[in-house]
């Protein structure tokens, strides 16, 4: 696809830097395919692919602005942010706010195949800042999210919506003052994977048990991951849990 190319491994086992003529450097990371294809080798060749199809059309139309209706919040972790850190100077080149404790909102990109961390550049040129962007995006995701479901039974409850934003219903406030109704004390939530949104009362230590449960199975086997930690709802908005 790219013969020119340079793949040199880095720090970390499944971290890896592309050199290009006449490109930046850009690091790639291997993890979300690794912890898909792992337990099927018939499907590495076919994942990688699609990864690389993807990844290069992105990296060779750097000039294509997005359409503001594409925009979208993704939830992520501390370690996303120091991942994607420009290594000398230490800026973030994408679009962020924090959420609570290691959970931060990265702005991006829905696109067909892909989804793609909006830049700073691009944010400037679309005449968009934070302030602007937290609405835009929450209403952008409203649209494009399937029906929300339900599942479980008390204490612990799980909700999905498609795949790739379920950790991004935490934005919806609507949402959790419904939920509110239902729940004694204060709501805690828990994103291990961006397809998968926990949650439970504050009060319930049997609920509380088996979302630590939950969590660490998904963190060890899941893909796509997010993040261990609980977030507790107060009227001053999200806050860690512990």
């Not at 018939?42 to 925009?71: C, H, M, W, Y």
Request: aromatic fraction near 8%; include cysteine.
């Amino acid at each position: 696809m790219c013969p020119a190319a340079v793949l040199e491994p880095i720090e970390l086992p499944d971290q890896y830097r592309l050199i290009r003529p006449q490109h930046e450097p850009i690091t790639i990371c291997f993890e979300n395919i690794w912890r898909q294809s792992r337990l099927d080798p018939g499907i590495r060749v076919d994942q990688v692919e699609r990864f690389a199809r993807v990844f290069l059309a992105a990296k060779n139309n750097p000039g294509t602005l997005p359409d503001k209706k594409s925009i979208v919040p993704l939830v992520k972790d501390e370690q996303y942010l120091n991942f994607g850190r420009n290594k000398q100077s230490g800026d973030l080149p994408f679009m962020n706010e924090h959420l609570a404790g290691d959970l931060w909102i990265i702005y991006a990109v829905d696109m067909p195949d892909a989804i793609e961390s909006l830049s700073k550049e691009n944010a400037q040129k679309l005449g968009l800042d934070v302030s602007a962007l937290r609405p835009l995006a929450i209403e952008n995701l409203r649209r494009i999210l399937p029906p929300i479901e339900q599942h479980g039974e008390d204490p612990m409850f799980m909700l999905t919506a498609g795949a790739d934003y379920v950790a991004s219903l935490i934005l919806l406030d609507d949402l959790w003052t419904e939920l509110k109704e239902s729940i004694e004390s204060d709501i805690v939530v828990a994103v291990p994977s961006r397809d998968v949104l926990l949650y439970t009362s504050s009060e319930s230590s049997e609920g509380i048990a088996r979302m630590r449960s939950t969590i660490d199975k998904v963190m060890q086997s899941g893909g796509y991951l997010v993040s261990h930690m609980m977030l507790r709802l107060t009227p001053d908005g999200w806050k860690a849990f512990s």
